[in-house]
């Protein structure tokens, strides 16, 4: 399972946890010229609290369709890391809403926080909090390039939404840029004015 | 419905429905004084005096004795399975708009089996015409209890005689949402026609039933004597009350049975409300199927 | 015919499996679709009836699964090309109705989103326990065709091909996906609609006085005339004649029950597809289909790490199975690995097919998720033993 990355996304239901996953999926296979399988959790607890998608990234075809130990976990909510905090893998990294999310330092793994709720309202709509998570993930990440990721939320949204959303999402890439994340879980946090236009 | 003799000079003559009859499968497969080929004769010259265009019509039908009408007739004919006359005519009707669908079947098939069909192709008022041929019993399988037997009347498997209560049907149908709605028996020959051509120039879900208590199976199980003397009961006792409260029309055993048009309401059916609603959601992006139906031709 | 562009949408798309399946049935021309909303399948559906108000299809959610068998077989004898799509229970319901399109000699595909069984089951997890069912659900004897994609990709052209076979040999056509790839998303290219071949409904060329809606030649299949044509042609799930009436009797029944089986079985050379890799001096055979074959390959690149001679078969058409392919294989190889989610069904017809020159070795697994391939390795590691 060489050059595979295993990726879970979670939070509760609402926040856009599938199409965050779709369009880091849409970027690797459509716009990077990657493999990319993505599968959303089903059934009660799609539609309640935790919700997840998970995806596997591979320069091949991507056989195994689930994951086993995430490389990345994207979370939410404080119940989605909850259920899911433990099983990143040792030299993972964790990608996390910081306002909700409130992570134990492991050793080895890197962790990314981001107030994307905050960024998010700071645009005035708090329902782009997802693509500022996404554009934080690509900025933290480097799994594939930017403008692929700008490529598939263009696809991806709503029409007549595409400003808003890149926008957001570019929100998220320059906080990454200030605040790339640590080998351990203690976040300087730059101030939202650093981050406004 | 056999092809009848002149008496007198000993000719044959044509069947005056013949045109719309497959001749060649005479004899039917039903008793000596069974309603159900009366009601395929009222139904036939309805069909004529209509003027429609027969090449349109389709007429479906479940199993059963009354399951063999689509059999007889000189039309687009399908002979289905048990209770799914009506949603197997919703894809006809559905696949190509243009056509005339007509279910005819019994009651257990129709209200039996099929009585979830039944209401929900009312409540939807989709474009079928459907004709239930009311038999009180099951008839093909040997006279078991139906859902339409009358309360106290003996069938095979209500030796004691039924003690569950039969449907209204006139009612069911008027609940659901038909938009018309009618109940015959089968010696009203002359109204039943006329019902069916009127109903054949209507649209939307358009109910008659027809009483037609099985000769053979109800009427001996219950010591009604022969078709004649059904007829003559029903003669002596069926009572036309056009427009009455479907709700006191029930038939209870060998009680007048409430003849009639109750129901005659035209609404928007299921076609009017889907392409109004596409129209005015999707505008000049709406396609709809065309009424020739969906389909592909080379191009 | 080539595909007609409005039910088209070329580029490459991000697509669940259920998705691809609609667009695939757009693309093959499908204009008429009923369903009931059942796990996990109800995304095809919902993906169709978004986008036939825009391309001339009427979508209608029926009051159940019989209902909706029911109404794709009658929409099918308008001309149309007619599709429903369920699950599991729904699979059940609508078995009464796939005997009568098989009676009548409809074409209509009915697609299976497999999830685990029996009964309510697993609703949202993976199965592929309905192999079997998908062959013989309905009483009587009758030959269907069976189709089995392992990606979305394969949702979408496999849809296709089932339209396509289901027009050839007038048959309903089973498409047997699974929870899983019908939940997965990857990536799916639709070219262009003049690149996608179409079987278009043949309409007899007879007049309506010598039409005669079973009337077979030799070898052939009956003609198709449409309902509101003129022809007012009969038919019927009984036994029948050529003209499609009832006819009560041994030598018609033979005459219906011999073409509805073998028009696949006489057929089946053209039909069967499966795809193969180094099978011809492997000691060992995986077969497997859909999600599973794609878990097997893991396990078979494992087993040859090790140093064994293992093949791998993949079915991409289930029914008919391919049984002359197996036969032959049994011949030069020692075992066959069957790696399926369920106890045993496409196992037991490769076991059939081997007829004792080869051992079959099933992979069990009861639904709800997919094979470890370190469960499917240590059963070839065994079988080359």
New interface residues.
């Given amino acids: 399972m060489s050059g595979r990355t295993e990726i879970r996304i979670t939070g509760f239901g609402g926040q856009g946890v599938v199409l965050a996953g ?1 369009i880091i ?2 970027a690797c ?2 716009h990077a010229g990657r ?6 959790s ?2 009660p607890e799609a539609r309640g609290s935790a919700c997840s998608a998970t995806l596997v990234v591979s320069d091949r ?6 994951i086993q130990r995430p490389d990345i976990f994207v979370v939410m909510s404080g119940e989605g890391y909850e259920k899911y905090g433990r099983e990143l893998k040792e030299e993972g990294t964790l990608v996390f809403e910081q306002d909700l999310v409130h992570p134990r330092t492991v050793e080895g793994q890197r962790a990314c926080g981001v107030p994307s709720t905050r960024i998010a309202e700071s645009l005035g709509r708090t329902i782009v909090q997802n693509i500022v998570m996404v554009g934080f993930f690509a900025g933290v990440t480097g799994l594939v390039a930017d403008e692929a990721m700008r490529d ?1 939320v263009r696809g ?1 949204v709503p029409a007549g939404t595409e400003d808003l959303n890149l926008e957001a999402f570019e929100k998220g890439l320059e906080y990454a840029r200030k605040s790339p994340g640590e080998s351990s879980v203690s976040v300087s946090e730059p101030s939202l004015e650093e981050v406004s236009p | 419905m056999t092809v009848s003799t002149n008496p007198t000079v000993g000719q044959e003559m044509e069947h005056p429905s013949a045109p719309l009859l ?1 001749m060649e ?1 005479i004899p039917h497969v039903w008793c000596p004084s069974c309603g159900i080929g009366t009601v395929v004769k009222c139904y036939a010259t309805a069909l004529e005096r209509s003027g429609v265009d ?3 019509v ?1 007429v ?1 039908s479940g199993i059963g004795c009354s399951g063999r009408v ?2 007889y007739l ?8 048990h ?2 006359a ?7 009707k ?3 708009p ?2 005339l669908v007509t279910v005819i079947s019994g009651d257990g098939d129709l209200v039996g089996i099929g009585g ?2 039944f209401i ?1 192709a009312a409540r939807r008022n989709l474009d079928l015409l459907v004709i239930l041929i009311n038999n009180f019993i099951y008839g093909m399988t040997g006279g078991q209890n139906a859902p339409t037997t009358p309360l106290g009347a003996k069938s095979s498997t209500m030796p004691f005689g039924n003690f569950e209560t039969p449907f209204n049907l006139p009612h069911l149908a008027a609940s659901s949402g038909a938009s018309y709605v009618a109940r015959w028996t089968c010696l009203h020959i002359r109204r039943l026609t006329w019902s069916i051509e009127e109903a054949i120039g209507k649209r939307g879900f358009r109910f008659i039933e027809a009483v037609a208590p099985c000769p053979t199976l109800y009427a001996r199980l219950n010591k009604l004597g022969s078709g004649l003397d059904a007829m003559r009961f029903y003669h002596d006792t069926a009572e036309i009350r056009n427009g009455a409260d479907t709700r006191e029309v029930d038939v209870s055993f060998q009680s007048p049975i409430i003849c009639g048009k109750f129901v005659d309401e035209e609404r928007p059916t299921f076609l009017d409300l ?1 392409h109004d609603h ?1 129209s005015n959601r ?1 505008g000049d ?6 009424p ?8 | ?2 595909a ?1 562009p ?1 039910g088209v949408l070329t580029g ?3 697509l ?1 499996g259920d998705f691809a399946c609609g667009e695939g049935a757009m693309a093959a ?1 499908c ?2 679709v ?1 369903g009931y909303p059942i ?2 399948s109800t995304e095809v559906v919902e993906r169709i009836s978004r986008r036939f ?6 979508f ?1 959610q ?3 699964e ?3 068998m ?13 599709m429903t799509v369920t699950s599991g229970p729904g699979f059940s319901l609508m078995m ?2 796939i ?2 399109a098989a009676m009548m000699e409809t074409p209509c595909v009915v697609v299976n989103v497999q999830r685990g069984g029996p009964s309510t089951g697993l ?2 997890m993976v199965g592929q326990g309905d192999v079997m069912q998908a062959r013989w659900g309905s009483h009587g004897d009758y030959e269907v065709i069976a189709l089995s994609p392992q990606s979305p990709q394969e949702a979408f052209d496999l849809t296709i091909d089932a339209f396509n076979l289901a027009e050839i040999y007038r048959v309903p056509v089973m498409f047997l996906m699974d929870e ?1 790839v019908g ?5 799916v290219v639709i070219p262009e609609a003049e690149a996608i071949e ?1 079987e ?2 043949r309409l007899t060329e007879k007049s309506p006085e010598s039409f005669d809606p079973y009337q077979v030649e030799e070898g052939q299949l009956p003609e198709f005339a ?13 036994t029948h004649d050529e003209h499609g ?2 006819e009560m009797s041994v030598e018609c029944q033979e005459v219906n029950v011999s073409r509805l089986v073998g028009k696949i079985r006489d057929n089946a050379d053209s039909i069967v597809r499966f795809e193969e890799e180094g099978v011809e001096d492997a000691d060992v055979v995986v077969v497997s289909y859909g ?1 599973t074959a ?2 097997a ?2 396990a078979v690149e494992e087993a040859r790490s090790q140093g064994l001679k293992v093949g791998f078969l993949r079915l991409v058409v289930i029914w008919p199975f391919p049984e002359k392919r197996i036969r032959e294989l049994a011949g030069s190889v020692g075992a066959f690995v069957v790696p399926e989610i369920n106890y045993g069904q496409i196992a037991l017809e490769v076991e059939r097919a081997a007829a004792g020159q080869a051992v079959t070795w099933p992979v069990h697994h009861a639904g709800g ?2 094979h470890s ?1 370190d469960a499917i390795t240590e059963i070839i590691i065994k079988a080359a033993v």
């Fill in positions: 779709h999926g849409r296979a459509i493999q990319a399988t993505m599968i959303q089903f059934g075809e991507v056989l195994y369709p689930y598939a991806s | 497959r499968r027969l090449d349109k389709s479906v689509a059999g000189k039309l687009d004919g399908f002979h289905t399975t209770g799914r009506i949603p197997f005519a919703t894809g006809l559905l696949g190509r243009e056509l979830n069909h929900h889907m596409y999707l992006g709406y396609v709809p199927m065309p020739e139906g969906g389909m592909l031709h080379e191009r | 015919m080539k007609d409005a490459s798309h991000y669940d021309g204009r008429f009923a796990t996990p108000p825009t391309l001339g299809g009427t209608i029926m009051e159940d019989l209902a909706s029911a109404a794709v077989v009658g929409a099918a004898w308008t001309g149309s090309k007619t009464e109705n005997g009568l609703p949202t899983c939940h997965m998303t990857e990536k179409i278009p409904r449409r309902a509101g044509d003129g022809y007012r042609f009969h038919t019927t799930g009984l009436y009832p999600i794609r878990v390959r893991l998720a997919v391939p």
